[in-house]
């Protein structure tokens, strides 16, 4: 053992100072510097200890919360993996998992509801409706709180800035989703390309530019054209800003002796405010065209001023000046976009690009080769649950589309709904962020006590003991609080200091007040005074405030 005295600062400026050793020293920047290992332990086991008390309780919600908790972990690893100095490995993996991680967190709530419906559904009796559809969203809500709880208690086992994570798992889910999403679409385009008058991708093509040659370059009868005429000159204007930004101007007009800044400045301005102004005028003006007559405009301008402006508006070649210039100031402020975006980006960025995409080839291919079987399999386990006459429709629907698009354009169109609802997720997360509703560093406590909370509350309604909704209340302020707690005393002295006495001191105090209010609570239901529903439903949320308000006071 060392006897070198290691001193730290923590961030509240107070000074830290303990004798290392080769097993216990901690450094600043180092892994220790994160969670202590009690507030990791106390959401993990007491997430789970509820997890199994809400699989003992409520019913037929063993199979839903099994598929969510693959979600759950799949979306644990995905999170771990972009913080792995192997970027393309790891990206490729965690692309590869956003399948799994759309399909657990949705999927087990679809199979609650689907399962529930094929036993409730038909209803005989229409006043027992609405008892059907509470009993059918009480039942999702505990397995997606469920979920919740395993995510938030997996993805605080290790030290994780969320934001960050999050943030960058988006873009990998995105760029993962564009090749699965590509080929489903170019299916989909192609099918209907070949349905009908439509022979073909050529004729197609065909069609999409006789319209809009008609609708922005034909100009006949004596119409006066202005909202498409005030289009075509905001889309240039907008075309010739987005070129003067991306394009080396400023860098080539520095050249000369002229000050350019301030005048690029003010005709970048002009542009912006000239092509916004023109894109609302054209809208305006089509309502305009649309409730007047080119006679009654006519009467209304007069016909020296309707003549000269259409004299403007319906020039064939000055409307294909515009639209030319137009469209090819677009065409190459994207590729010198992409040009610039591709050489400032540096090697880990693009090799995660490319590892993400490679992914979502991956999936493609899988999804393709698995295309029939799955496709079959799915329809069949989706028709056996449910009832009679309903199943004959839904049969009648899948055999419609699988000979319509085809069972592998249908596949991958699944797919890339599963990564669109991992991208929501994450999405729905990074916002909770912003919003501050939840912390970065302890977001893994945060959450798991969030899906806590709704677990116990949607089990609430399912006629539960009250002793497990009041079990639940308590277990959640208990994650929460432990959880932010041990965050904030990894953070001051590491996750190896000496900081069980104090955690366990602050748990237990949580804890004691946390049983205090549920006593009080249960106390309330037991009072023999005939409490009706709503104020035994004000006694819990009574409860629940009083809670809130002292660990508040005790923090």
């Given at each position: 053992?060392?006897?070198?005295?290691?001193?730290?600062?923590?961030?509240?400026?107070?000074?830290?100072?303990?004798?290392?050793?080769?097993?216990?020293?901690?450094?600043?920047?180092?892994?220790?510097?994160?969670?202590?290992?009690?507030?990791?332990?106390?959401?993990?086991?007491?997430?789970?200890?509820?997890?199994?008390?809400?699989?003992?309780?409520?019913?037929?919600?063993?199979?839903?919360?099994?598929?969510?908790?693959?979600?759950?972990?799949?979306?644990?690893?995905?999170?771990?993996?972009?913080?792995?100095?192997?970027?393309?490995?790891?990206?490729?993996?965690?692309?590869?998992?956003?399948?799994?991680?759309?399909?657990?967190?949705?999927?087990?709530?679809?199979?609650?509801?689907?399962?529930?419906?094929?036993?409730?559904?038909?209803?005989?009796?229409?006043?027992?409706?609405?008892?059907?559809?509470?009993?059918?969203?009480?039942?999702?809500?505990?397995?997606?709180?469920?979920?919740?709880?395993?995510?938030?208690?997996?993805?605080?086992?290790?030290?994780?800035?969320?934001?960050?994570?999050?943030?960058?798992?988006?873009?990998?889910?995105?760029?993962?989703?564009?090749?699965?999403?590509?080929?489903?679409?170019?299916?989909?385009?192609?099918?209907?390309?070949?349905?009908?008058?439509?022979?073909?991708?050529?004729?197609?093509?065909?069609?999409?530019?006789?319209?809009?040659?008609?609708?922005?370059?034909?100009?006949?009868?004596?119409?006066?054209?202005?909202?498409?005429?005030?289009?075509?000159?905001?889309?240039?204007?907008?075309?010739?800003?987005?070129?003067?930004?991306?394009?080396?101007?400023?860098?080539?007009?520095?050249?000369?002796?002229?000050?350019?800044?301030?005048?690029?400045?003010?005709v970048n301005a002009v542009l912006v405010?000239?092509?916004?102004?023109?894109?609302?005028?054209?809208?305006?003006?089509?309502?305009?065209?649309?409730?007047?007559?080119?006679?009654?405009?006519?009467?209304?301008?007069?016909?020296?001023?309707?003549?000269?402006?259409r004299t403007v508006t319906t020039a064939?070649?000055?409307?294909?000046?515009?639209?030319?210039?137009?469209?090819?100031?677009?065409?190459?402020?994207?590729?010198?976009?992409?040009?610039?975006?591709?050489?400032?980006?540096?090697?880990?960025?693009?090799?995660?690009?490319?590892?993400?995409?490679?992914?979502?080839?991956?999936?493609?291919?899988?999804?393709?080769?698995?295309?029939?079987?799955?496709?079959?399999?799915?329809?069949?386990?989706?028709?056996?649950?449910?009832?009679?006459?309903?199943?004959?429709?839904?049969?009648?629907l899948t055999d419609f589309a699988a000979?319509?698009?085809?069972?592998?354009?249908?596949?991958?169109?699944?797919?890339?709904?599963?990564?669109?609802?991992?991208?929501?997720?994450?999405?729905?997360?990074?916002?909770?962020?912003?919003?501050?509703?939840?912390?970065?560093?302890?977001?893994?406590?945060?959450?798991?006590?969030?899906?806590?909370?709704?677990?116990?509350?949607?089990?609430?309604?399912?006629?539960?003991?009250?002793?497990?909704?009041?079990?639940?209340?308590?277990?959640?302020?208990?994650?929460?609080?432990?959880?932010?707690?041990?965050?904030?005393?990894?953070?001051?002295?590491?996750?190896?200091?000496?900081?069980?006495?104090?955690?366990?001191?602050?748990?237990?105090?949580?804890?004691?007040?946390?049983?205090?209010?549920?006593?009080?609570?249960?106390?309330?239901?037991?009072?023999?005074?005939?409490?009706?529903?709503?104020?035994?439903?004000?006694?819990?949320?009574?409860?629940?405030?009083?809670?809130?308000?002292?660990?508040?006071?005790?923090?």
């Amino acid at each position: 053992m060392s006897d070198e005295t290691l001193v730290t600062e923590g961030s509240d400026g107070a000074v830290h100072e303990r004798l290392s050793d080769d097993d216990d020293a901690y450094t600043v920047g180092g892994a220790n510097w994160g969670p202590t290992r009690l507030s990791i332990l106390i959401p993990l086991i007491g997430g789970f200890g509820m997890v199994a008390l809400f699989l003992r309780i409520v019913d037929d919600v063993f199979t839903p919360v099994a598929i969510g908790a693959l979600g759950a972990v799949a979306f644990t690893l995905t999170i771990w993996l972009v913080d792995v100095d192997d970027e393309g490995v790891s990206t490729f993996i965690a692309s590869l998992l956003t399948i799994f991680v759309g399909l657990g967190l949705f999927g087990g709530s679809a199979s609650m509801g689907l399962l529930l419906g094929a036993d409730l559904f038909p209803i005989e009796d229409l006043s027992f409706l609405s008892l059907s559809t509470l009993l059918i969203v009480g039942h999702i809500g505990v397995v997606l709180g469920c979920s919740l709880i395993i995510f938030g208690s997996t993805v605080g086992l290790r030290n994780v800035a969320m934001g960050d994570s999050l943030r960058e798992y988006t873009g990998i889910a995105l760029v993962a989703a564009t090749i699965p999403g590509a080929v489903s679409l170019t299916f989909i385009a192609l099918t209907i390309a070949s349905a009908g008058d439509i022979a073909g991708p050529a004729t197609l093509w065909a069609e999409v530019r006789g319209f809009v040659s008609e609708v922005y370059l034909s100009t006949p009868g004596d119409a006066l054209y202005l909202s498409s005429f005030l289009f075509l000159v905001a889309l240039a204007l907008a075309s010739l800003r987005g070129a003067i930004g991306v394009l080396p101007v400023s860098e080539l007009l520095a050249d000369s002796e002229t000050p350019t800044s301030g005048s690029l400045s003010f005709v970048n301005a002009v542009l912006v405010v000239l092509s916004m102004g023109l894109f609302l005028a054209s809208i305006l003006w089509l309502f305009v065209e649309q409730s007047f007559t080119p006679f009654e405009l006519r009467s209304i301008l007069g016909t020296t001023v309707y003549d000269g402006i259409r004299t403007v508006t319906t020039a064939t070649g000055f409307r294909l000046l515009l639209a030319g210039g137009a469209v090819a100031l677009l065409c190459v402020s994207v590729v010198v976009y992409a040009v610039q975006r591709l050489a400032r980006s540096n090697v880990d960025r693009l090799s995660r690009r490319v590892a993400a995409l490679a992914g979502g080839g991956v999936i493609t291919v899988g999804g393709l080769w698995i295309a029939q079987p799955a496709f079959e399999w799915v329809v069949f386990e989706i028709e056996t649950r449910l009832p009679g006459m309903v199943a004959g429709d839904f049969r009648e629907l899948t055999d419609f589309a699988a000979d319509m698009y085809g069972a592998e354009t249908i596949v991958l169109l699944l797919l890339t709904v599963m990564i669109g609802l991992t991208v929501s997720t994450l999405l729905l997360f990074r916002l909770f962020l912003f919003l501050g509703y939840l912390p970065d560093k302890s977001m893994g406590p945060s959450v798991a006590s969030a899906g806590l909370f709704t677990a116990t509350v949607f089990a609430a309604t399912l006629d539960v003991p009250p002793w497990v909704v009041l079990a639940g209340l308590v277990a959640t302020f208990v994650i929460w609080d432990a959880g932010r707690f041990g965050v904030t005393m990894g953070a001051e002295i590491g996750r190896k200091a000496p900081s069980r006495g104090p955690e366990l001191v602050h748990s237990a105090a949580t804890l004691l007040v946390g049983v205090l209010g549920a006593g009080i609570a249960a106390a309330l239901l037991r009072v023999d005074f005939q409490l009706t529903a709503p104020v035994g439903t004000a006694a819990l949320l009574s409860a629940l405030v009083g809670l809130v308000f002292l660990l508040e006071s005790l923090r």
